[in-house]
């Protein structure tokens, strides 16, 4: 299992929505709207990592 870093959502890899690949690491999501958030900050959610998205709801 993956961590979403946009909503902090445990994704399994092999059923993630979407994925990103950022520095050479791949990053998992579990709908398409997170990956264009990380997609548009992918430092912000690096850096804090697990955080709640306001209004984001699985």
């Known amino acids: ?4 870093l946009v909503c902090g959502m445990d994704v399994d890899e092999k059923k993630a ?3 990103s690949q950022y ?3 791949t ?3 579990c709908a398409p709207g997170c ?3 990380f997609d548009a ?3 912000k959610y690096i850096k804090g ?3 709640s998205m306001h209004g984001h709801s699985h």
Request: proline share 5%; aromatic share 14%.
């Open 49 to 51: 990592a697990g955080q």
């Open 41 to 43: 900050n992918p430092d």
């Open 17 to 19: 929505a979407a994925t």
């Open 27 to 29: 990053y998992y999501f």
């Open 35 to 37: 990956k264009r958030a």
């Open 23 to 25: 520095q050479g690491k």
């Open 1 to 4: 299992m993956a961590k979403d």
